[in-house]
């Protein structure tokens, strides 16, 4: 159990691995806060709602098990083996095993979930899905089993006399007194953070409310006031309308595009990441990307383009023929984009005012 752990102490303990572990994880908080203050609603898809959930519960069980063995490590000398930590979690306080267990699950499923979202857009992986899945599954029952097979081998090691005293040892009183207000002082700070982060997109909204608006017509003449500033995708969602986006407004998919039928000359240009999507899909110059569009002024307005339209009941047609035959039906990011568009959940018409 110990010969892997050489090799883990290897790398991660090095100076380059301890700077890209730690490194990783800063960025990826900082990143984590930042993408959810840029949200102009928390009005979104389930999947996007869960990922964002499970990535920000992620801290609050990985606070405690790095202050308790890296922290502990560095500050007091802890021996914080793969025999110790599996004493701790399997005979000491299970309770602490438990939520090692629900961190490990949560981290992977966040992972997973991201990974599907964004791979599912590629040519080929649909047909590598099941392949894939079946590995991500099995990868978690396999972590389960080995934790389970490692609990049963400690605590068979635990009746051998001494063996708590030599090899599954841990800091004194004083030392985990030390340690777990360390903790609480980082479970403190996480929560003020992400408090403050939310503080401060209700303060953007104010600022924004109080500004210059465009306005947004949808299929049936409803009408949305939005900041300017803001996506054409975001305003949707601050108002509750369901707009086709594939990607969750990452500029990846394309289903959210709209064709803008007056006023493009008011309306910025596109930014290269948005460029690089309406090259792929061959769009005209009045078609944008709703993820990306940003109205500053003028009196534009915006469609889905009738050719989308066209396109997408034929590739629906192939695919109800396809079903029909015994073969799958794959849905397409257009079809996506032109059943919202035929229910009413695309925008028509939108100015400033």
Not at 199 to 213: D, F, K, L, P
Not at 315 to 334: I, L, N, Q, V, Y
Request: proline content about 6%.
């Amino acid at each position: 159990m110990e010969a892997g752990r050489v090799w883990f102490l290897a790398v991660w303990r090095s100076p380059i691995g301890t700077a890209a572990l730690y490194g990783s994880l800063l960025t990826h908080a900082a990143l984590a806060f930042y993408s959810l203050y840029r949200q102009r609603s928390l009005r979104m898809p389930a999947w996007e709602a869960a990922q964002l959930i499970l990535g920000f519960t992620i801290p609050l069980f990985l606070i405690a098990h790095v202050v308790g063995t890296r922290f502990a490590y560095e500050w007091f000398g802890s021996v914080d083996s793969y025999s110790r930590a599996i004493y701790l979690y399997w005979v000491a306080v299970p309770a602490i095993g438990a939520k090692q267990a629900i961190l490990l699950t949560i981290a992977w499923t966040h992972g997973c979930v991201g990974l599907h979202y964004w791979l599912r857009l590629k040519s080929w992986y649909p047909k590598c899905f099941p392949l894939l899945f079946a590995v991500a599954f099995l990868v978690g029952v396999l972590r389960c089993l080995g934790f389970t097979q490692a609990g049963r081998e400690v605590s068979r090691l635990v009746q051998i006399p001494d063996w708590t005293e030599t090899e599954a040892y841990g800091p004194g009183r004083e030392q985990r007194a030390v340690i777990e207000r360390m903790r609480d002082m980082l479970w403190y700070g996480y929560a003020t953070l992400l408090v403050l982060v939310l503080a401060a997109r209700a303060v953007r909204c104010v600022i924004e409310s109080r500004g210059r608006t465009v306005r947004i017509t949808y299929p049936g003449g409803r009408e949305v006031a939005a900041p300017v500033g803001i996506t054409v995708l975001e305003a949707s969602r601050m108002a509750g309308i369901a707009h086709a986006s594939v990607c969750g407004g990452r500029g990846r998919c394309s289903t959210c595009r709209i064709r803008v039928i007056g006023g493009l000359e008011d309306l910025p240009p596109a930014a290269p990441a948005e460029q690089r999507v309406l090259d792929r899909i061959a769009a005209p110059p009045n078609v944008r990307l709703a993820c990306h569009l940003r109205p500053e002024g003028g009196c534009p307005c915006c469609r889905f383009s009738p050719r989308m339209r066209r396109r997408a009941r034929a590739r629906r047609s192939r695919g109800t023929r396809r079903a029909r035959s015994g073969r799958a039906r794959c849905c397409s990011p257009t079809s996506a984009a032109s059943r919202a568009s035929r229910r009413g959940n695309s925008p028509t018409t939108w100015c400033s005012s």
